[in-house]
């Protein structure tokens, strides 16, 4: 997965990238193919903004989340990308059970 992390108004610290690549390297879980992942972090006031645009298996995710501490922020914007991609895995999956043939015996009385 290609992770790009860039800010807006505000230094990405060592420490922040590493938590983002932790965080969201949690979403290899699935088995999905996730072409690409560009994470936006930056700070307007007192609200820190978090948000993710990516495509996984050529479908387009994108995930905006904002609270006042920007680890919480992080980790709100994978619990709604890894939302996104759980329903997408469970809609690939067949749920329907299979059908059964009935067997007809052709008795004549």
């Known amino acids: 997965m290609r992770l790009k992390i860039t800010g807006r ?3 990405i610290t060592p420490a922040l990238k590493d938590y983002v690549e932790t965080r969201f390297g949690r979403l290899d879980r699935y088995g999905l193919k996730v072409e ?7 700070v307007e006031k007192l609200q820190h903004k978090a948000e993710a645009i990516g495509t996984v298996n ?3 995710v994108q995930a905006k989340t904002s609270t006042s501490e920007m680890y919480a922020t992080i980790d709100a914007l994978v619990d709604r990308v890894d939302a996104q991609l759980r329903k997408w ?4 999956a067949d749920h329907k059970p299979g059908k059964t043939r009935r067997i007809r015996s052709s008795s004549s009385i």
Do not use: A, F, I
């Open 9 to 11: 108004h505000m230094d």
């Open 36 to 42: 690409s992942l560009e994470v936006v972090l930056g």
């Open 58 to 60: 050529g479908k387009s």
């Open 89 to 92: 895995k469970e809609r690939l």
